[in-house]
């Protein structure tokens, strides 16, 4: 290495000191780091851009939304409302996709499945995190048909991806060139280029919503994490800076204006960070959204005091995004009469007549009421200091009620895409928003305390008049994503939805348009509907209108076929018993016979148990690929091969299928069921369904059903089975009972066509209750009429709590990769509600 002598004789590098100035340096890692997250975005953009043009193309959004009074929110649809006109169905009939090769449309979908699969598995945790409550006054425990049998972390892995690439771009621009332990100011140059896409994240009116057509629901995760690396950059920046000065004696650095400016900073930004915990949230929303703008003003005013160069970063550009944010909220608002109806069990029923256009069903609106919760009762032995502390947090929430907003999805369809739109447009139905009690003196639970009273005081309580509120609404915002959902909803041959409780408001409002989507575009398909609640006085919430929606699809004679099934897990006459030395394991009683009390909803399966959400994805693979051979033996793929001379080994003669039966390993068959002229049509990527001729395949000639041999033994160590085999009531003998107590050859009518072990919601799961004819293929297949392949893809939308969202998820990406590519593709949106 050659050595250089300076002017003094003094060695020194032949290219002269080069001194660190961080202020030339630093700012380039901070564009770059700008660039990083920018590109990320415009690759998001290039993904979504082919269905925004598909919805741009096809006057999908001026549709959906009624006119172009829908992009400023809900509207009445005086002027520019889309009006369907009669005879107008077929007419919005979607155009044809690109026909790809079969090949490539093949190969397409096996990648983004297996990318997709990877994505939404969540990691189980150990079971000794799974601490079940006990039930007050005996000191048992609930039992697992109650609650989630396997706690599951709270992201998956898709998530987790996202929220790694956040720290993987600031260490990328944080370590290069720097000298973070002598000027540790990259620390401080990256917190001030985190600001941008922490206001981008945060906006619900903003670039996410436009551009990728997702709601700010979907990404407010990425918003927490981004605040948190803003705050521990600079922690880190404050704690260098502090250690370089105290190691050197100087005294002046908290005097100094610069590091005062500084430290008030990190003080709003700590007062942000506390505020904004999840205790702090579920304690008081208005205190944490009160403290949260005044944290982020303080912050921002001091931060640019404190340093110039975070001028062009925390000003100009976040007041741009949050003044575009607030300049769409303001144009969303609307004040509106809303009529409040108290509902059994807490529920509480908000109804907006009137409206007809500018919201998708599954949307929320967030909304502010204008009401006094009533005053709590004082009993005889309460004290006088807790009566002074009630009253004084009743005047507390009766000042803050009016101001606090809060989101509740919308349960109906506009009425030009509801599923009776004759009967939404005639009744003038509007918005329908549900609001559940979270607890004691929460926000709902003085709502529906105001409503019960309200109605209660009334002139005349026998002739339950309406109660009205003044309401304040903005939006709506969030639903399924916005360039990707029209397809889901109505080219989706097969589609699965789950709601937990009251998760049934956001998934009745998809199912509602989908149904009415389907009948406009004279589109069939099949669509389950699983609602797992807890009480089965509850089912009345949303009762009449699952009934209507099903009478709609029924209706509409277009091979739209909506199967209705309900779990009811925790019944006041399902709670476990003590258990004793002589009863180790206590057996829940069964519930009450069907006679007890009228049927909520005729159309529908009610089952006593807690789902197998992994046994109800599975069902409904197997149905729409092996129709005829779901849960039946039918034949298999190798014996038919063998009989036309090409081999055997399990496969089909048609290489292009897979054996991908139910129960058995049962082959679809297609061979014997799609004649030459259709299977040429389906090579073109022109034929649309696939129907199973049952006279003339094996369907007429299935076998009998395969029964598990340790019946009994294998039954009770299913997760989903909450009744035991000794106590099933002897009316309507199971299938899968042990050999001693069933008949000694079952029909498979007897237990609606179906005896598979891994079903969940079929006969072997525990008491049912309700239609055994709610599902028509099942009522098709007994009466050997045609049954359809389904291949035009699957959809699974869940709404509910974070178990059950977890658990469908995992149930979803372990679903084999043949079966995928085989379906046509699994998409799945995920609604999940927290406090």
Known sequence: MSVCYGPAGIPEPCTGWQIYDSYTTDPVYQRRFTIAWT????????????????VVATNEWYRSLGGWAGLFGVHEGSQGGYERLEGEGGSTRRQSNLVLPRSVRRFTVAISSLVSSASRFTVPLPALFNRLPTIPGTGASYTPSCYPTRPYLPFSLGKLFSV???PAFILATLLPESQLRENPNRFGFLAV???????????????????????WTAVNFLHRWIGRMIVLLVLLHFYFWTIQYSGADRTEFLAGEKQRRGIAALAFLLLITVSSLPPMRRFSYPIFFTLHYVGLIGFLVFLNKHTVYAYPWASWVVAAIYVADLAGRMASMRIRFVEVEPLDGGMVKLSMPGLRGG????????????????????????????????????????????????PFSISTAPPHLAANSLAAASTDRGIELYARSCGKRTWTDDLFRFAVSSRSTSADPTRRSPVYLPCLIEGPYGGLPTYSSPALLE?????????????????LGVLDELVGRRLQAKKGGRVDVVWVVRQRAHLAWFAERLSEVCDAAKEGKIGLRVVLKVFVTCDETLTATVPTSDSPSPTPPLPPPASSSPLPLPAATIAYIRPSLSSLVTETIDRALAPCGHCFPVCRCGELAAARGEGAGGMCANDEEECVGGCGGVGNARELVVGDEE????EKGEKEEETVDAPKSCCSKRKEPVLATADADEILELPSLAVSTANRPTSSPSCCAPS?????????????????????????TGTLEGSKDAD?????????????????????IVCGPGHMVAELQNAVATIPLAKQVRIGGVEMHVEQYSV
């Open 491 to 507: 080219d989706t041959e097969s589609v699965l939805l789950v709601a937990g409780g009251s998760g049934m408001s956001f998934v």
């Open 740 to 764: 001693s107590s069933r008949p000694s050859q079952p029909s498979a009518s007897s237990c609606g066509g179906c005896c598979s072990r891994t079903t969940g919601g079929g006969c072997c």
């Open 679 to 682: 299977k040429d049509v389906a």
């Open 193 to 215: 280029a985190c600001l941008p896409p922490l206001f981008i994240l945060s906006a619900k009116n903003g670039p996410v919503k436009w551009l990728l057509g997702r709601g």
């Open 39 to 54: 590109c990320t975005f415009a690759l998001a953009f290039l993904v979504v851009a082919p269905f925004l043009a598909r």
């Open 776 to 796: 028509e293929d099942e009522k098709d297949r007994a009466a050997g009429r045609p049954l359809r392949i389904r291949t035009g893809g699957l959809g699974v």
């Open 359 to 406: 919201w998708r069903g599954g949307q929320h609106l967030s909304i502010r009421l204008f009401f006094v919760p009533p005053a709590l009762r004082h009993g005889p032995t309460v004290g006088r200091l807790s009566r002074i502390w009630q009253d004084t947090t009743h005047a507390i929430r009766s000042a803050v009620r009016p101001f606090e907003a809060h």
């Open 164 to 166: 790694l690439l956040i």
